[in-house]
């Protein structure tokens, strides 16, 4: 990445592990090990974590964020949780688009649309996900895909607001499933968005926006995937729930 435009962004993404205790066992055994990085450092947590999660954060350089938002601010929608909600406990972040979400639990280009404008709205950041899947790849519509997703999600974001994104391209091949992205190909899609987002934007606000990597990043990988152009930090799973791990892609991400 170039640091001289952007910071490294180094964002942990539980997903359904963790309970309040183990989580401030987790965070404070994180705490030391990522005290002198030179990147941010965000831990995503279940909703139910994210009481216990501030609070052992607090006075370190982890942020925090959650998972999900939905895209009203109240109403009739058993078991899901508002941007309002997440603001009103302290809550800096959040994710949206997250391809399980898609995969699982129907969420389409519009609804994380939707979700994004919401958080926006609510003054959170976003991390917004995208990626295509295998056969989209192999199909050759690896650009199509993730330039369509990207185009829909900042449908209704402005420029200044850009500053609040942060996106990360997960290819869904690669999620949790051992496989990765080369760093060519990580760095050729992230370069892809970015020059996307010139067109929607400009030259400057494209330069400025992170642009993660996800899908199976760990300590083993992560510098080869840091040291390309366009990659400027990740979204990381299951290394994010080892502290020594998480903490040995943060110092990647810091150098």
Same mark, same amino acid.
């Given at each position: 990445m170039d640091k001289k435009l952007r910071k490294a962004v180094i964002a942990g993404n539980w997903k359904m592990n963790k309970t309040p205790e183990q989580t401030e066992a987790l965070i404070n055994g994180i705490k030391p090990l990522v005290a002198s990085a030179e990147c941010d450092v965000i831990v995503?947590?279940?909703?139910v974590c994210l009481d216990a999660a501030l609070k052992a954060a607090e006075g370190s350089n982890i942020?925090? *964020?959650a998972q999900?938002?939905?895209w009203a601010k109240s109403g009739a929608f058993t078991g899901e949780?508002?941007?309002d909600m997440l603001a009103s406990m302290g809550v800096p972040y959040v994710i949206t688009g997250h391809s399980e979400r898609r995969t699982?639990?129907?969420?389409?280009?519009?609804?994380v649309k939707n979700r994004t404008r919401a958080a926006l709205d609510a003054g959170l950041t976003v991390i917004l996900c995208v990626g295509e899947h295998l056969e989209q790849r192999e199909q050759g519509t690896t650009f199509e895909v993730v330039r369509a997703q990207v185009k829909i999600a900042l *449908?209704?974001?402005?420029?200044?607001?850009?500053?609040?994104?942060?996106i990360a391209y997960e290819p869904v091949?690669?999620?949790?499933? *051992?496989?990765?992205?080369?760093?060519?190909?990580?760095n050729e899609v992230n370069k892809a968005i970015r020059e996307l987002i010139g067109e929607l934007y400009s030259k400057a606000s494209a330069d400025k926006t992170v642009i993660q990597y996800g899908g199976s990043m760990n300590g083993a990988n992560a510098a080869e995937l840091?040291?390309?152009?366009?990659?400027?930090? *990740?979204?990381i799973g299951g290394a994010s729930l080892k502290a020594a791990e998480f903490a040995s892609i943060v110092t990647a991400a810091s150098k």
């Open positions: 995503c947590v279940p909703f942020k925090v *964020g999900n938002c939905h949780i508002s941007a699982y639990f129907g969420d389409t280009d519009v609804t *449908g209704e974001v402005s420029e200044q607001e850009l500053e609040r994104i942060i091949w690669a999620i949790g499933t *051992g496989k990765t992205a080369t760093a060519a190909q990580a840091l040291a390309q152009y366009d990659v400027d930090g *990740g979204l």
